[in-house]
């Protein structure tokens, strides 16, 4: 099909249908060759095979997938006037009820953005030090406990009860102490709806617009349970600003923020956008974070000379003591933060970035039309040769710019982009730093770790349910 004057005028010498991709099936496209838990590693062998901008298809909606990073990051900032959130993700995420500032657009999204933003600065971060000092300890005594009766950790569990309380804390206000609760905990919930999330993101069919399979059912039970959870933190928060009344205009958490902010006359804040804020920070915060952690640990056990200087770092900075002390030691930990970035970059817990094309528009020389979904295939260009030389191996000297080896800093920031880039950048990139050195200055300045495996000692498996998670990690401590 010929290109139109206007798109030749715009730059574009291609269509979607002169893209290379695999072959698909009538009606469900190529359905069939995406099994949703390694949907990733699916788009990043279709990006070897076909090149940076390939085309495919699942049921009617048609996808262009980027791995070329000069185009991820001009798609990732021409959010959200050029580029927004999926529609089925949006109808979805409005459906479990959490519409809040990941899955709004436009003006929804400019409403709810600057009180996340605010919530989550650096200048929050530090002020919130202590208690995520007291958390770290927290979980601290949980590995000691096991650490004294041999007992394997089930990691990404305890890290999973470590974000949550973190984010309960900072973004809340409330206490809610799973590390040190052996009965039913939030997470038991949360774990199902990203799950459930991913599988109908990718349906072929929107099935469950008319008729509701037994699992889904089962995911609305535990919706059902978060969002009571959700209301009880909403509840405390108006309590709290009943009774002090100068938090509605200084509040000192995102959901007193919230709060106030939908009780403010004329306020365009919503009931759901609060209800979804709260259990999207519940969600993200407990994922994303535990999950890097786990990659972090395990990669640094197989690295043994990269965990020695890891861990000589940390105890060079904790100096004795059993956590970082002061939010002034984060900065003094530049090894461990480099690791960190290697992780990131070899395995992203958001190894796919999809956005949706809110006009017709062009990419490199191929016409986009609205509608059309980009999936940006992240990791494909950070473990590319062309980018990072021995682009597999894990070598966190690439993050210090004094390395033992040719700094290539600048460049790995533009390339590997694990929290985003543009207006809809992760707002919790500080505190999931501040975290990941927490527990990692903890671990190797405290514990001895003698081994980080998968189910009886296999390999570990990239399992993708919105975020990308190892399955099975479990950690003996010495």
């Known amino acids: 099909m010929a290109v139109s004057e206007v798109e030749r005028a715009s730059g574009a010498r291609r269509r979607y249908e002169d893209l290379p991709g695999p072959r698909g099936l009538p009606i469900v496209g190529n359905a069939r060759s995406i099994k949703v838990e390694s949907l990733h590693k699916t788009v990043e062998a279709w990006a070897g095979e076909y090149g940076d ?35 089925r993700l949006v109808e979805i995420s409005r459906a479990f009820g959490m519409e809040g500032v990941f899955a709004a657009n436009g003006a929804a999204w400019r409403r709810q953005r600057p009180m996340v933003l605010a919530s989550l600065d650096p200048a929050h971060i530090k002020s919130f030090f202590p208690t995520l000092t007291k958390v770290t300890g927290r979980l601290a005594g949980r ?8 007992t394997p950790i089930d990691l990404q569990a305890d890290l999973m009860r470590y974000t949550v309380d973190v984010t309960a804390s900072l973004a809340f206000g409330t206490d809610m102490n799973t590390l ?17 999330l991913m599988k109908r993101a990718f349906a072929a069919v929107p099935y469950w617009r008319w008729i509701l399979l037994p699992e889904d059912r089962r995911v ?39 709060v106030a902010a939908r009780d403010r006359e004329g306020s365009a804040v919503t009931d759901e956008d609060v209800s ?83 006009h017709d528009t062009v990419i490199a020389d191929v016409a986009i039309p609205a509608g059309t979904l980009v999936m940006c295939v992240m990791r494909r260009p950070a473990v590319d040769q062309r980018h990072f030389p021995d682009p597999t191996a894990f070598r966190p000297e690439r993050w210090l710019s004094d390395g033992s080896v040719q700094s290539i800093v600048s460049t790995a920031k533009r390339v590997a982009m694990p ?3 543009g207006p809809r950048v992760c707002p919790g990139r500080y505190l999931a730093l501040a975290e990941i050195k927490s527990v990692i200055a903890m671990l190797l300045g405290s514990f001895e770790v003698h081994e980080v495996a998968g189910p009886d000692g296999q390999d570990v498996v990239e399992r993708m349910s919105l975020t990308m998670s190892p399955v099975g990690l479990r950690m003996r401590l010495g």
């Open 180 to 196: 040190e609760s052996d009965g039913e905990v939030i997470q038991q919930h949360l774990d199902k709806v990203f799950p459930a």
């Open 419 to 421: 929290f985003g880039a």
């Open 143 to 150: 590995w000691h406990q096991a650490a004294a009766t041999s």
């Open 220 to 258: 609305l039970k535990h919706l059902r349970a978060l969002h009571r959870a959700v209301g009880d933190f909403v509840s405390q928060a108006r309590k709290r600003i009943s009774e002090q009344p100068q938090l509605r205009e200084h509040p000192s958490n995102l959901i007193e923020a919230l």
């Open 53 to 87: 901008i390939y085309r495919f298809r699942v049921g009617a909606r048609r996808f262009v997938g980027l791995s070329d990073p000069e185009l991820i990051a001009k798609v990732l900032r021409d959010r959200p006037d050029g580029f927004q959130r999926g529609s």
């Open 276 to 358: 979804g804020n709260v259990l999207t920070m519940l969600l993200a915060g407990e994922d994303t974070t535990a999950n890097t952690l786990a990659w972090m640990i395990w990669l640094l056990q197989t690295h043994p000379e990269a965990k020695q200087r890891a861990a000589d770092e940390a105890r060079r900075v904790l100096a004795g003591q059993p956590c970082l002390a002061s939010s002034d030691q984060l900065g003094s930990l530049d090894y461990i933060e480099a690791c960190a970035n290697e992780t990131m970059r070899l395995k992203p817990v958001a190894p796919i970035n999809v956005a949706e094309a809110v």
